[in-house]
C-alpha cells in the first residue's frame, strides 16, 4: 500500500513536471506572438507615418506651388500695367517734344 502511494505520488509529481514544462513552453510561444504582432504593429505605424508625413509635404508642396503661381500671375498683371502707363508716358512725351519744337 505505501508501494502504491509512494507510485502514485511520483506520477502525481511527473504529471505536474510534465504540466508546468508545457506551461512554459505555452507561455514562451504567447510571448513570441506578442512580440512579433508588437514589431508588426511598430512597422505598420511607421509606414502609415511616412506615408501620412509624404501626403502632407505633396500638400505643402502643391500649396506652394500655387502660391506661386497666384504671385506670379499678380507680377504679370503689374508689368503689364506698368507697361501700358509706359506707353501711354511715352505718347505723352512725343507730343511734348512735338509741341515744344513747334
Given at each position: 500500500?505505501?508501494?502504491?502511494?509512494?507510485?502514485?505520488?511520483?506520477?502525481?509529481?511527473a504529471?505536474?513536471?510534465?504540466?508546468?514544462?508545457?506551461?512554459?513552453?505555452?507561455?514562451?510561444?504567447?510571448?513570441?506572438?506578442a512580440?512579433?504582432?508588437?514589431?508588426?504593429?511598430?512597422?505598420?505605424?511607421?509606414?502609415?507615418?511616412?506615408?501620412?508625413?509624404?501626403?502632407?509635404?505633396?500638400?505643402?508642396?502643391?500649396?506652394?506651388?500655387q502660391?506661386?503661381k497666384?504671385?506670379?500671375?499678380?507680377v504679370?498683371g503689374?508689368?503689364a500695367?506698368?507697361?501700358?502707363?509706359?506707353?501711354?508716358?511715352?505718347q505723352?512725351?512725343?507730343?511734348?517734344?512735338?509741341?515744344?519744337?513747334?
Open positions: 500500500m505505501v508501494e502504491e502511494t509512494i507510485k502514485t505520488i511520483k506520477e502525481a509529481e504529471q505536474a513536471d510534465q504540466l508546468e514544462a508545457e506551461a512554459d513552453e505555452k507561455c514562451a510561444s504567447i510571448l513570441d506572438d512580440n512579433a504582432q508588437a514589431k508588426e504593429l511598430g512597422e505598420q505605424m511607421r509606414a502609415e507615418a511616412l506615408e501620412k508625413a509624404k501626403e502632407e509635404m505633396n500638400a505643402a508642396q502643391e500649396a506652394g506651388d502660391s506661386l497666384d504671385s506670379m500671375d499678380d504679370d503689374e508689368i500695367a506698368l507697361k501700358e502707363k509706359a506707353q501711354s508716358k511715352e505723352e512725351a512725343i507730343s511734348a517734344v512735338i509741341d515744344a519744337l513747334i
